[in-house]
T-cell receptor, first 113, second 121 residues
């Protein structure tokens, strides 16, 4: 089975830095992805780590440690529009069902002015 | 970028009726499409994997006779919720994988539709 843990809520003020952690237990692992979802909207891809280390994309960075089954999403220079739910997801490559994603429960980020 | 559409965006139906939701990849061919269900403030739960021209693969606990999936072409998959009941009310989201993975960038190879809000009265 698949199990991903992340905090349910995080709050911060504009301009601050926030780190959202994700730990996972999966029967197969082919990379950790992060998605952003605004209320009622579709998940939007933010980043993907297949190997250990840090990936940086603008204000967002993501880190992975496969030995620790752990990753995090770092959001810098927070803006009000960053208020959303953030999901970590593990890609489980097994057999012919390539690309299946298993999502964590999501972290609701609220950014205050 | 790759665009996935869903229709309808919102549907309200009576208990016992069937509802069909369409998922289309607009500007690319998708070998595989996925169907997810999301309850309020909850995670996206994978329901099934849909491959063009073959039977869908359902996740454990998902009733295949209740959630019928048809993947008739490389750009269209449909999910039919049969004999819907209030507990089926949820946000249903599909996603699609590019057939040509060389077009994927930075690990983003699964593109999500905007979702369908189903309310069963």
């Amino acid at each position: 089975g698949q199990s991903l843990e992340q905090p349910s809520e995080v709050t911060a003020v504009e301009g601050a830095i926030v780190q959202i952690n994700c730990t996972y237990q999966t029967s197969g692992f082919y990379g950790l992805s992060w998605y952003q979802q605004h209320d009622g909207g579709a998940p939007t891809f933010l980043s993907y780590n297949a190997l250990d280390g840090l990936e940086e994309t603008g204000r967002f960075s993501s880190f992975l440690s496969r030995s620790d089954s752990y990753g995090y999403l770092l959001l810098q220079e927070l803006q009000m529009k960053d208020s959303a739910s953030y999901f970590c997801a593990v890609r489980d490559q097994r057999g012919s069902t390539l690309g299946r994603l298993y999502f964590g429960r999501g972290t609701q980020l609220t950014v205050w002015p | 970028g790759a665009v996935v559409s869903q229709h309808p965006s919102r549907v309200i139906c009576k208990s016992g009726t069937s509802v069909k939701i369409e998922c289309r990849s607009l500007d690319f061919q998708a070998t595989t499409m996925f169907w997810y269900r999301q309850f309020p403030k909850q995670s996206l739960m994978l329901m099934a994997t849909s491959n063009e021209g073959s039977k869908a693969t359902y996740e454990q606990g998902v009733e295949k006779d209740k959630f019928l999936i048809n993947h008739a072409s490389l750009t269209l998959s449909t999910l039919t919720v049969t004999s819907a009941h209030p507990e089926d009310s949820s946000f249903y989201i599909c996603s699609a994988i590019l057939r040509d993975r060389r077009l994927s960038a930075g690990g983003n190879e699964q593109f999500f539709g905007p979702g369908t809000r189903l309310t069963v009265l």
